[in-house]
């Protein structure tokens, strides 16, 4: 469908003070901009942005929580597949080989390639993952313990995430670097400590695409009990995923998988050092483990925003939006909303009821891999909890220069050294 851009700003009754809500030095700095957020809510939910870059089109802010929803749930007419789900202008070429993942489809196409991908995350799938990922978490904690001071990020947040897919797509260990490299590049993409650009990051998508394709080869000529083998064998109506779909699958998994669970494990570790109250709460009752994983997601809200395009013509809090308009729903924003979230600033283990959206707002692109991030969540504090308990804040933490991931890069920590398990 052919869309026409909406070329004037549409028209405001008043100004927002001081907002920028879109640079990723802010979140460097100071990660989420919650003070403009806040206002946002309270004063222009659905509000009009300039794009700090000449000639790109501004968008849509979409900032409360009962609106990020409504977008997440109407593919039609706020389509992911038009201009991709990405916030940045991707080119025709990008289009063409980003298009058919399964982030970047609508339904119908989404719904049928999500059913076949669906196949190999049932819950004995994922459940069997458990006892591996708790051995992994030991032996994280293995290397760890001796030392007394390590950075969290590089010794926890990143390995455990990158480690279960490594064994969830039956790949091999060895290649665990390369696929931690590949997924940085792709999501670091405005942080020039990871990539020099557009084309280093096109780069890494055509490696990593091409290992996907080796990885297919290898199961169709020695099959296994695996993720891979399932999504490459046909369903009872005979439909199978394609080489570039699974290609593609395989970079979103690693994206997704590694990059939302490592910022999760590593924003809720630094905000138990930030209220100590609470990581003393959860040691006293560890029955709080799996309400406190929740309320880790809702407080750092791994993925900070997604986008959509409108086909059409429509309506949204009151501001009308034109066909080809850019919609951006704010996920960090609405996980602070004071209409639906008592105290929403107040980080509380125990909080229950917890409608969060930090992992998207429900509809036909609803995280697929929630079960297999919670479990990780809930595993790697269990065994801090157990192991570590004593872990504390040793320096100044380092966030990612990101508008899209609400990263860290590096979270000194020191801890009593211990010898290892069974040590």
Avoid at 362 to 373: E, I, K, R, V
Avoid at 379 to 393: H, Q
Wanted: glycine share 8%; aromatic share 10%.
């Amino acid at each position: 469908m052919a869309l026409a851009t909406s070329i004037a700003q549409p028209a405001r009754s008043f100004r927002a003070p001081e907002i920028d809500i879109i640079d990723p030095g802010v979140y460097e700095r100071g990660g989420v901009p919650h003070r403009q957020f806040q206002w946002l809510r309270d004063n222009d939910p659905v509000h009009w942005h300039q794009d700090p870059n000449d000639g790109v089109p501004g968008f849509w802010a979409v900032t409360r929580h009962e609106d990020v929803v409504s977008v997440s749930r109407r593919a039609d007419p706020y389509s992911s597949h038009a201009r991709t789900a990405m916030f940045e202008e991707f080119s025709s070429d990008d289009i063409d080989m980003y298009g058919q993942m399964m982030l970047f489809r609508d339904p119908p196409d989404h719904t049928k390639l999500r059913s076949l991908v669906n196949k190999g995350f049932t819950p004995r799938m994922i459940g069997r993952l458990e006892e591996h990922i708790r051995r992994i978490c030991n032996e994280l904690i293995d290397e760890a313990a001796p030392l007394g001071e390590c950075d969290f990020v590089e010794r926890f947040a990143a390995p455990l995430p990158l480690y279960t897919i490594c064994e969830l797509l039956g790949a091999p260990l060895e290649d665990r670097e390369r696929i931690f490299h590949w997924s940085n590049k792709l999501v670091a993409f405005n942080d020039p400590e990871f990539i020099g650009g557009r084309e280093e990051s096109t780069l890494c998508a055509a490696e990593f695409a091409e290992w996907g394709g080796q990885l297919a080869a290898a199961r169709a000529s020695t099959p296994r009990d695996d993720i891979v083998t399932k999504l490459l064998t046909p369903d009872a109506d005979g439909s199978t995923i394609t080489l570039e779909e699974f290609q593609l699958f395989v970079i979103m998994l690693s994206i997704a998988g590694n990059e939302t669970t490592r910022t999760a494990t590593a924003g809720g570790m630094l905000a138990f050092f930030e209220r100590p109250d609470q990581w003393a709460r959860l040691r006293a009752d560890r029955a709080l483990v799996p309400t406190a994983v929740e309320e880790i997601v809702r407080w750092v809200s791994p993925i900070n925003q997604f986008r959509r395009t409108a086909l059409v013509d429509t309506e949204l809090g009151g501001k009308q939006i034109k066909a080809g308009d850019k919609v951006v729903l704010f996920y960090g924003s609405a996980n602070r909303d004071e209409r639906v979230f008592d105290n929403p600033f107040a980080f509380d283990v125990g909080r229950d009821p917890n409608p969060h959206i930090g992992f998207g707002g429900g509809g036909p692109h609803y995280c697929l891999g929630t079960h297999l991030a919670r479990m990780n969540l809930r595993i790697i504090f269990e065994t801090i909890l157990e192991r570590m308990p004593d872990i504390r804040l040793a320096g100044e933490p380092r966030r990612l220069r990101s508008n899209f991931v609400n990263g860290y890069k590096e979270i000194p920590v020191s801890f009593t050294p211990s010898a290892p398990l069974g040590g």
